[in-house]
Nanobody, 127 residues
Framework: QVQLEESGGGLVQAGGSLRLSCAASARTFSMYAMGWFRQAPGKEREFVAA????????LYADSVKGRFSISRDSAKTAVYLQMNSLKPEDTAVYYC????????????????????WGQGAQVTVAS
């Protein structure tokens, strides 16, 4: 069982930055691929970014490529999402997710691949 808790959401002006954190309770955090997803009101949950077991591989949605950056700190069992140049269309509830893996380069874009989810953090970007 893995517990995930997001933090760092809030209200920001367009063009600003926010950093989301996701703290994980897993003893073997380094064996988990991690992902960030978001869900805006009335829309489906969508993929944002993912990072492999050891952080060697990352994957981004086209809509955030060049603006967002995912990273992880195994010592702190945490994963981060640095969001720069925020746009009003980035407004959503952001969720982190984890998946136990055995191939250290694995990254996953599909929400169905993930085993555990956090409760979400609201990010609101004002125009």
């Amino acid at each position: 069982q893995v517990q995930l808790e997001e933090s760092g959401g809030g209200l920001v002006q367009a063009g600003g930055s926010l950093r989301l954190s996701c703290a994980a309770s897993a003893r073997t955090f380094s064996m988990y691929a991690m992902g960030w997803f978001r869900q805006a009101p009335g829309k489906e949950r969508e993929f944002v970014a993912a990072i492999s077991w050891r952080g060697a591989k990352t994957l981004y949605a086209d809509s955030v490529k060049g603006r967002f950056s995912i990273s992880r700190d195994s010592a702190k069992t945490a994963v981060y999402l640095q969001m720069n140049s925020l746009k009003p269309e980035d407004t959503a509830v952001y969720y982190c997710a984890s998946k136990l893996v055995f191939i250290y380069t694995s990254v996953y874009e599909s929400s169905q691949a993930y085993d555990y989810w956090g409760q979400g953090a609201q990010v609101t970007v004002a125009s």
